[in-house]
């Protein structure tokens, strides 16, 4: 079955950029969906199909995929960004939905 | 809008039961799917199964003997059927909206628990 990999957690100050990989195998071929789950709320869609954000997600999110890495970058961070975050795809060849374990984000 | 309900307490190799009531949309549109997740205690995201307009159903591999996810014929609820429950089935549960291009408008999570 298809894995996606991400960092147990990630720091960075407020104001500084945080950067959350995401690593597959050949997951530059897939679409990328990102995720936002902030503590006793359920997930919220941040990023989808590797680099757009729906509506009122802001601009300081953003996504990247190519090779066997995915990225959510999220810019001038803000304390409100703590959170946990998760990459996923759609795995055609087991008609999967696979999610990656996850990514605390903490705001120094 | 989604939102989950059922027990929140399921005996072992009982089965848990879920429903979710769709607000303001229908499960008869074929620009989406209806699916179930769940997240176990502090851990991870797990996709359990999706139902499409036409009643086709696909789930996970690792519950797919014990899953089955069905709609109302009112076309504004779908329905989650986990059979033979254990403690390692303990979890919040969440209904979702999605398309190909990702899971957009998630239910607020209900937390069951497998327990004598």
């Known amino acids: 079955s298809y894995v996606l990999t991400q960092p147990p957690s990630v720091s960075v100050a407020p104001g500084q950029t945080a950067r959350i990989t995401c690593a597959g195998n050949?997951?530059?071929?897939?679409?990328v969906h990102w995720y936002q789950q902030k503590p006793g709320q359920a997930p919220v869609l941040a990023v989808y199909?590797?680099?757009d954000r729906p509506s009122g997600i802001p601009e300081r999110f953003s996504g990247l995929n190519s090779g066997t890495t995915a990225t959510l970058t999220v810019g001038s961070v803000e304390a409100g960004d703590e959170a946990d975050y998760y990459c996923?795809?759609?795995?055609?060849?087991?008609?999967?939905?696979?999610f990656g374990g996850g990514t605390k984000l903490t705001v120094l | 809008q989604l939102q989950e309900s059922g027990p929140g307490l399921v005996k072992p190799w009982e089965t848990l039961s879920l429903t979710c009531s769709v607000a303001?949309?229908?499960?008869?549109?074929?620009?989406?799917?209806w699916a179930w997740v769940r997240q176990t205690p502090g851990k991870g995201l797990e996709w359990i199964g999706s139902?499409?307009?036409?009643?086709?159903?696909n789930s996970n591999a690792s519950l797919k003997s014990r899953v089955s996810i069905s709609s109302a014929t009112s076309r504004t609820q779908f329905f989650l059927n986990l059979r033979s429950v254990t403690a390692a089935d303990t979890a919040i549960y969440y209904c979702?909206?999605?398309?190909?291009?990702?899971?957009?408008?998630w239910g607020q999570g209900t937390l069951v628990i497998v327990s004598s």
């Open positions: 979702v909206r999605h398309s190909f291009s990702g899971f957009d408008s």
């Open positions: 303001g949309d229908s499960i008869s549109r074929a620009s989406h799917f």
């Open positions: 139902l499409f307009y036409t009643g086709t159903t």
């Open positions: 050949n997951i530059g071929d897939k679409s």
């Open positions: 199909d590797d680099t």
């Open positions: 996923q795809v759609w795995d055609r060849s087991s008609d999967h939905w696979v």
